[in-house]
């Protein structure tokens, strides 16, 4: 074993490469400020700017997923330009309320220690636990636009697409563009919707929303317009298969139908990655109107914990522009936490990024109220598998949950939660469906205690970071 | 399966070769272990030791870990967050490939 | 919402619910108050062996509890098989326990050399480290060698807790679960027990609360001399086959993942793990198995023990309270079964067995604190 490399000392380390984190890491080198960005990909970017680096203007892959995606090179550029340290493919999977950080690198244990810690961790798809989904060939949406970001793949067999939301439906069009089969569109968005969203309307024609609302009137035209078999008010979905997906079998309004499928893509949206801050003990609240949990934050991303600050989607649903503000608010709260700027100077700073958020954010509503996840997804029935590393079922939990058992006694009783994905999966099913046996919305204790490993590391790596040698 | 974006940057153009259960298979430089063998046809990765049943990458982006196969003879590796190297050695279940 | 039962058992941990099932397989009325799902739950939390090897040194009385209770296992396991249908994964073998130089293991063999001489079925043999690899190639060179004895045995405590819940549900048991309870009052020489929404009217009272008996032990005149230590674990991906036989540092699951522990800590009520602590405890299980080095950590584990100043448990029944008990323990597994078919009905009748003299609580006198305890 390789020895560690111990406790380097940083004024700031971010989490997370993505908009937020470059944003923030970006700000903080620019004031001066010793600032390390610790990212597990191989390149910066995040998920929404994956493969960024590597695009070529005016390719195929550029054009087919848009100047949304080409932005992002130059907030790649900027952080490349600056004097901010990085370390990428390294994966933190211990944090202490103290700040001490517990890296792995090409299976290299090393420790940091920050004063102050920015979470720029982003968002993953939600769960979607419907019959069949752990069937080999089904995906999340996400997943195909990953392959295509940073691959240039593309499937060539028929693709099913079902789901709902504003990335569902870019990345539609996208897999049109790109020339992929789609066999089918399923819109699992519910029409009587529209009515509860248009109270948040008059807000989303202000600031950019009406730039976000006329893109998503556009993709759903060249959706309507593409000639994909569309099929919409989607209930009941129930993929189909032995060893992996053959077929897809549904409701539409009062009709069922079934169709052959190579791959299915699922997307209810997207949810903040909570186990860092989880893990760390900050204070978490359920969010109605996104239907998941969020660690709280103030204006400067600061948490419930002194000198940890969320960032971006982690901290709740924002989107990458929205993130990228956050990221920059962040910064700037360290820096007055820091003793570096005074509160005039923090506040001058972010007087844009707090003007450019605000901007960006008044759609958000709107987005959350049009497609909220359905109950099926929410609260499955009870022969579907929630906790995939276990394979343990919605009814499983339900049963302990009438008993009034919590996620943790669940764990131990079920072992949900308890796999290699560290309950991410089935973390806030499991809480909805506690939380609904109880007839209540649900609180922050119905998730399950986070402990390490964050991410992957080896008995190897631990054993070189103990006192004796 | 998955077919590659005809004209996609020159850079992802450079070739390696690894193997999969000793078949020798092409990948592109920048490709994550996962995407390759998806573009070489493969879809179950492994065998879920608790429901018994083949799966394969869901999430593609190291949450699901759905994606564990054996790199170089370290067994669970997450597939979609390792980069493809040259020679490097890949066990998945055999009866695994689908083309 | 006022109940009525024979029993009421406060705590739903290994003590807990196997005292309450011993007593409901009686016949008795048993009603069990489990904690918050964050409670402390040492029970969840430990490696699941039935030990005797080292246990009770000094203690003729302890060694003595120990191995009847691991004595009555094998019928203990049987009927919780029966009536739940859950499979614990009793094994009872042997267990080993790994020295790593020749001087580690003339310090463990000087130390358990009452119980080595003793040539009886509890008996502590040595093997040495090229007999050891017959069996276990994967052993690295650094071993020694083992201690072993062939009554110690294991089971997945997981499991076992879910069988004596299934257990209590099938013989009629009330389990409040998510519940505290609040106050304790005597009348007319019942208990009335408040707990949540609950009024729960008791003949007799158990407190099996594990450090949570300690504050209500005082409500029912019983000072208990309890504190937490913590004790961390590591659970590794799945692997092939390593050892088939528990260790008291290494134990691998029969689905192939391997536990690896522990430690002994006197931290407070402090549940979060420790790097350097499980740093250490990585080490040894890469001295004795280096293949261990290349599996992936899944899931780290800080419990607290349950003690006692000099490390055995305590029953006792109040005197100012005659038919409140309490019972604490940190081999909540060993013990699970006496507890069920020893323990429990001699509850019932309102005596605990004479074997139980040794560990009343008030062998400590006045107790006042753990003095390394402190909260972080």
Redesign the interface.
Same mark, same amino acid.
């Given at each position: 074993?390789t020895d560690p490399v111990t406790n380097p000392h940083w004024d700031v380390v971010v989490i997370g490469a993505g908009p937020a984190g470059l944003a923030a890491a970006t700000l903080l080198a620019e004031q001066k400020t010793s600032v390390l960005l610790v990212d597990e990909q191989p390149e910066p970017g995040g998920q929404i700017y994956r493969g960024i680096e590597r695009l070529q203007a005016g390719s195929a892959k550029a054009h087919i997923l848009g100047e949304d995606y080409v932005y992002g090179a130059d907030l790649v550029r900027r952080f490349r330009s600056s004097a901010a340290s990085y370390r990428p493919e390294t994966s933190l =999977?211990?944090v202490?309320p103290k700040l +001490?950080l517990?890296v792995s690198r090409g299976g290299v244990a090393e420790?940091l220690q920050a004063s102050q810690l920015i979470l720029a961790t982003g968002a993953m798809e939600r769960a979607v636990p419907v019959a069949g989904w752990t069937l080999p060939g089904v995906v999340t949406a996400g997943a195909l636009q990953i392959l295509l970001k940073s691959s240039g793949l593309v499937a060539d067999q028929p693709v099913i697409l079902a789901g709902s939301g504003p990335l569902f439906y870019l990345l539609a069009t996208q897999c049109l563009a790109a020339g992929v089969p789609i066999a089918a569109l399923l819109d699992t968005a519910k029409a009587r919707h529209m009515f509860g969203a248009i109270g948040a309307l008059p807000r989303a024609l202000t600031g950019a929303g009406p730039g976000y609302l006329s893109k998503g009137v556009k993709l759903m035209r060249a959706l309507r317009q593409s000639g994909v078999p569309t099929y919409r008010g989607v209930e009941d979905l129930q993929i189909l298969g032995e060893n992996r997906v053959s077929e897809v079998q549904f409701r539409s309004g009062k009709r069922k139908h079934r169709l052959k499928a190579g791959i299915v893509a699922l997307h209810e949206g997207v949810v903040p990655m909570v186990n860092a801050t989880r893990m760390l003990g900050c204070e978490h609240t359920w969010d109605d109107r996104q239907h998941a949990f969020h660690p709280v934050t103030d204006t400067w991303g600061a948490t419930s914990h002194a000198g940890i600050r969320v960032a971006g989607d982690a901290a709740g649903i924002v989107g990458a522009r929205g993130a990228e503000h956050q990221g920059g608010l962040a910064a700037v709260g360290a820096l007055h936490d820091l003793g570096r700027i005074d509160s005039a100077r923090r506040d001058r700073l972010a007087s844009a990024e707090m003007r450019a958020l605000e901007a960006h954010m008044t759609a958000r509503p709107l987005l959350d109220r049009l497609y909220p996840p359905r109950a099926e997804i929410k609260t499955p029935g009870d022969d579907i598998v929630v906790c995939r590393c276990e394979n343990v079922t919605a009814g499983a939990v339900r049963q302990l949950a009438t008993?009034?058992?919590?996620?943790?006694?669940m764990k131990?009783?079920l072992?949900c939660g308890?796999?290699?994905c560290?309950g991410r999966l089935c973390g806030d099913t499991v809480a909805q469906i506690i939380a609904d046996t109880r007839g209540t919305a649900p609180r922050p /204790?119905d998730y399950y205690?986070i402990?390490?490993?964050l991410k992957?590391?080896?008995?190897?790596e631990?054993?070189?970071?103990? +006192?004796?040698r | 399966m998955f077919t590659r974006l005809t004209q996609d940057s020159a850079a992802s153009d450079q070739t390696i070769e690894f193997t999969v259960n000793d078949r020798k298979v092409v990948a592109r430089m920048g490709d994550t272990v996962a995407a390759a063998l998806l573009a070489a046809g493969e879809m179950q990765f492994r065998i879920s030791?608790s429901a018994d049943k083949p799966r394969g990458p869901y999430c593609m982006m190291g949450v699901c870990f759905e994606c564990l196969v054996t790199i170089d003879g370290?067994?669970?590796r997450q597939a979609c967050l390792t980069a493809v190297k040259s020679g490097m050695q890949v066990i998945i279940p055999e009866g695994g490939r689908n083309d | 919402m006022a109940t009525s039962c024979d029993l009421l058992v406060i705590g739903g941990g290994l003590i807990g619910t196997a005292m309450a099932w011993g007593a409901a397989r009686t016949g008795a009325k048993v009603t069990v108050i489990?904690g918050?799902?964050?409670a402390y739950?040492a029970s969840?939390g430990n490696f699941g062996l039935l030990w005797t090897q080292g246990k009770g040194i000094n203690s003729p009385a302890y060694a003595a509890w120990t191995r009847a209770a691991v004595n009555q296992w094998p019928e203990f396991a049987q009927a919780l098989a029966d009536i739940s249908g859950v499979d614990i994964g009793f094994q009872q073998n042997g267990g080993l326990h790994f020295m790593l130089s020749e001087a580690e293991a003339e310090k463990r063999m000087a130390q358990l050399a009452p119980l080595a001489a003793a040539k009886d079925d509890f008996a502590i043999e040595f093997i040495a480290a090229a007999e050891l690899r017959r069996s276990m190639p994967d052993l690295g060179p650094e071993v020694y060698g083992a201690t072993f004895c062939r009554r110690d045995g294991a089971v997945n405590p997981?499991t076992l807790?879910?069988a004596l819940?299934v257990a209590l549900a099938r013989s009629g048991v009330s389990?409040?679960?998510?519940?505290s309870v609040k106050q304790i009052q005597l009348s007319g020489g019942s208990f009335t027990v408040v707990a949540g929404d609950h009024k729960i009217l008791a003949d007799k009272l158990l407190l099996a609360a594990g450090l949570g008996s300690r504050e209500l032990g005082h409500q029912v005149g019983l000072d208990l001399a309890v504190f937490p230590q913590r004790g961390q674990l590591?659970i590794?991906?799945?692997?092939t086959r390593l050892l088939d036989l528990p260790a008291s540092s290494v134990r691998q699951m029969p +689905?192939?993942t391997i536990l690896?522990g522990s430690t002994q800590e006197n931290v407070g009520f402090n549940k /979060?793990?420790g790097?350097?602590q499980?740093?250490?405890i990585?080490?040894r299980?890469?001295r004795i198995f280096p293949r261990?080095?290349?599996?992936?950590?899944?899931?780290? =584990?800080?419990c607290l023990r349950v003690m006692t100043p000099d490390g055995f448990p305590i029953y006792q029944q109040s005197e100012q309270y005659p038919g409140a008990f309490a019972a604490t323990a940190h081999s909540g597994v060993t013990l699970a079964g006496i507890h069920a078919l020893t323990v429990a009905p001699a509850l019932l009748s309102g005596t605990l067995p004479p074997a139980l003299d040794a560990f009343a609580a008030g062998r400590f006198g006045d107790w006042q604190g753990h003095a390394g305890g402190s909260e972080h």
């Open positions: 074993m =999977w211990h202490t +001490e517990f420790t008993q009034g058992l919590g996620p943790n006694q131990a009783a072992r308890m796999g290699p560290q /204790s205690n402990r390490a490993p992957p590391v080896s008995i190897g631990i054993s070189t970071l103990g +006192e004796r | 030791p370290r067994a669970g | 489990d918050e799902d964050d739950r969840v997981l807790l879910q819940r389990i409040l679960a998510g519940t590591m590794t991906a799945r692997t +689905e192939g690896l /979060s793990i790097v350097p499980l740093a250490n990585a080490q299980a890469v261990i080095a290349d599996l992936d950590l899944v899931r780290s =584990w800080a």
